[in-house]
């Protein structure tokens, strides 16, 4: 299976906590995104990243949210000091790079504070 | 600020009953319009993109419209299997990031 991967799939934090979440892009592509989807609402842009690279972080909060792509293995959003409001589900999209804008999306990782 | 809106918030057809999904939008810069669906605790699944006023795409009961203000999906004799939430987003020219409409959430019965 070539599509976008994440994981874990579903994780449990306590408040002030720390979540990370990771995600590998289809096979082909350089480009990754994450999106937030809170209970009830439309989904967010996050984060746009290239290899070692932020490219746009104009959807990120400002404070406690960290991404980064490596130029070796997946793409990680952090979440330091966790609080219930970020409770919701967190997608990945990657597409390719050159001009190609396609985004497809992993199954996301549904993150729980408690 | 940008904005896109689609409508209805949800939608129930009888198997078969053909019907129009609707996305507007206020964009400045558009480079293109997504489709998406989306099945209850799954990823967006990719389904079109349109880039020009005039251009349609079709796939299986499926059809994209877009005019320069707004685009429509047209599920012809949908089936049970077409129920799911879709999405439209946008992209502009300066950057690649989605900007994503409420969605449609679609019921088909038997």
């Known amino acids: 299976n070539a599509g976008v991967m994440q994981n874990p799939r579903h994780l449990v934090r306590r408040r002030g906590q720390e979540a990370r979440l990771r995600c590998s892009p289809m096979k082909g592509h350089s480009h990754v995104y994450w999106y937030r989807q809170l209970p009830e609402e439309g989904l967010k842009f996050m984060v746009y990243l290239q290899k070692e690279n932020i490219i746009d972080e104009s959807g990120m909060p400002k404070e406690r949210f960290s991404a980064e792509f490596p130029k070796e293995g997946p793409s990680i959003l952090r979440i330091q000091q966790v609080v219930r409001g970020d409770s919701a589900a967190y997608f990945c999209?990657?597409?390719?790079?050159?001009?190609?804008?396609?985004?497809?999306f992993g199954p996301g990782t549904r993150l729980t504070v408690t | 600020e940008d904005q896109v809106t689609q409508s209805p918030e949800a939608l129930r057809l009888q198997e078969g009953e053909s019907s129009s999904l609707n996305c507007s939008y206020t964009v400045s810069g558009l480079r293109g319009l997504f489709w998406y669906r989306q099945d209850p605790g799954k990823g967006p699944e990719f389904l079109f993109t349109?880039?020009?006023a005039g251009e349609e795409k079709e796939k299986e009961r499926l059809k994209a419209t877009l005019t320069k203000k707004e685009s429509f999906l047209h599920i012809t004799a949908p089936k049970p299997e077409d129920s799911a939430t879709y999405l439209c987003?946008?992209?502009?020219?300066?950057?690649?990031?989605?900007?994503f409409g409420g969605g449609t959430r679609v019921l088909v019965k038997p």
């Open positions: 999209a990657s597409s390719r790079a050159g001009g190609s804008y396609e985004q497809y």
């Open positions: 987003a946008v992209f502009k020219a300066a950057g690649n990031k989605l900007t």
């Open positions: 349109l880039y020009s």
